[in-house]
């Protein structure tokens, strides 16, 4: 793989991060499945990410529709 291609893919799992991370905390059925079944430590990591998911998913978003668009 050269760096022209993971220059082009990493933008792609910026967004994907934020995505899934915004996702899981967002959504109610998630958010109390996540709560119930996942360790503690992994429910308060998730928690503690929540604000850098949300820059994510803005940056990844915005940086993979540049990419797309050039």
Same mark, same amino acid.
């Given at each position: 793989?050269? %760096? ?7 933008? #792609?799992?910026?967004? &994907?991060y934020? #995505? @899934?991370?915004?996702? /899981? @905390?967002? $959504?109610? %059925?998630? $958010? !109390?499945?996540? =709560? =119930?079944? &996942?360790?503690?430590? @992994? #429910?308060?990591?998730? !928690?503690?990410?929540? =604000? @850098? &998911? #949300? &820059?994510? *998913?803005?940056?990844?978003? *915005?940086? /993979? *529709?540049?990419?797309l668009? *050039?």
């Amino acid at each position: 793989m050269s %760096w022209q291609e993971v220059d082009f893919l990493f933008p #792609f799992v910026v967004f &994907a991060y934020g #995505f @899934l991370i915004s996702i /899981s @905390l967002g $959504h109610p %059925w998630a $958010h !109390e499945t996540i =709560k =119930k079944r &996942a360790p503690d430590i @992994l #429910f308060k990591m998730m !928690e503690s990410h929540r =604000k @850098l &998911a #949300f &820059a994510c *998913l803005w940056v990844g978003s *915005l940086w /993979s *529709l540049q990419n797309l668009w *050039l």
